[in-house]
């Protein structure tokens, strides 16, 4: 299998290693984060604010800080804003109290998190696919994605056994530790490629620092997305998957409580069967080409579209949990490929491909979070339909317009050349 031959190279070791352990502290992160929260107000709507909090930093730099991002394009910046990441995790017991104070201490904190992992995420991102040749980069980025369907299974139950042993502000101490860890993962993937730089990669893209500011000016998005119209269709098509997802994260226990009668158990076997599609998913996409990246996308979006049709007319608790299975089967085939084709663009252009997604995704994502849960509230089946609806028409239309926009993008790529060479 591919992943396991990845895995013998030491470098990609260490990144998956130090990538696994992080998603398991964000889960620990989340977990504390909504926790607390609620236990110091007693109120949803300030776990809502705590999510926003984090979100906005996303969005600001995202829109306005593609130099920022450039600063932090190498492994040896990613150790330094992992190791701040670790000293504000671990910060939080100590600095947290019970009462409004500790809140607006607590979201004071959740904002500088949020700050440096808007710039350590998009350059990971962009960063990774150097470490590989270019004929791994589809599996290497599967192998990353594989860590967050681990994560997703064996997470409730470690941070459950995790909890006997400590409180739940204490989560925000270990959650610094896998930050500590990740740093000096960073640093020592920054000496590996500085001991390795001068035998090179074959094929592969300069592995320095990307040049930036007055020395050659952050790459602007929308050029690149004129020129690349299947990238801006996928764009528009993930911002609306992820406006919609806030259907699913805060809807599906009402639902399910409504329409079937089930309990937080049968809540848990739901997200367990999303789990383990999640990870068969993964196994396939990550290691097997289905098609043409972009029809594959959309094909993914309109499957999880149709679940989410599907939860709202289960009938009984073995259907849903086979609808659940297909949802979790659609998520890794709607971001692997999705990741590889903005992979396959130079660093620069690549990071700020990858910045402008996150930022799209953080802000439909926050979206949904603040207008959608009233739709869940009023009738939960109708806005489970309506956001199943939406998704279906949106990867339609994407893949009947992308497929159009993409041939007459290369029948006037070959012109040009023609055009050139007469």
Known sequence: MGYLQLLRKRPVLVLWSSAAMSVLGDRLYGLALMWVVYESTGSAAWMGVAAVV????????????????????????LGWLDAGRAVVGCSVPLLWSPGDEGLAVLLGLIFVL??????????????????VERDQVRQVIGLLDLTTRIAAIAGPGAV????????????FALDGATFAVSALAMWWLHGHVRRSAPAGASGAAPTGPVPTGAESGAVAALPVLRRHPDVAMGLGLHGVAYFVAAVSAVGLPALLSVQLGLSAAGYGLVLAAIGAGALAGNLVIGNVRLGPWLMVDCGAWMVAGLTL???????????????????GLASPAGAVPWRTRLAEFERRERLRLITVNATVIRTTGTVGMLALPMMVDAAPAAAFTGAGVLLVVAAAVTAVAGRRAVAGAERARVEAVAGRAS
């Open 309 to 327: 049709l599907g939860y709202a007319m289960a009938p009984s608790l073995p259907v849903l949990l086979g609808i659940a299975f297909l949802s």
């Open 54 to 77: 984090e979100s906005i930093p996303y969005i600001l730099i995202g829109t306005f800080g593609r130099d920022l991002v450039a600063r932090f394009n190498s492994f040896r910046a």
């Open 114 to 131: 949020g700050g440096l992992g808007a710039l350590f995420g998009p350059n990971l991102g962009a960063l990774v696919p150097d470490m």
């Open 160 to 171: 459950g056994v995790i909890l006997l042993a400590v409180s739940e502000v204490q989560l």
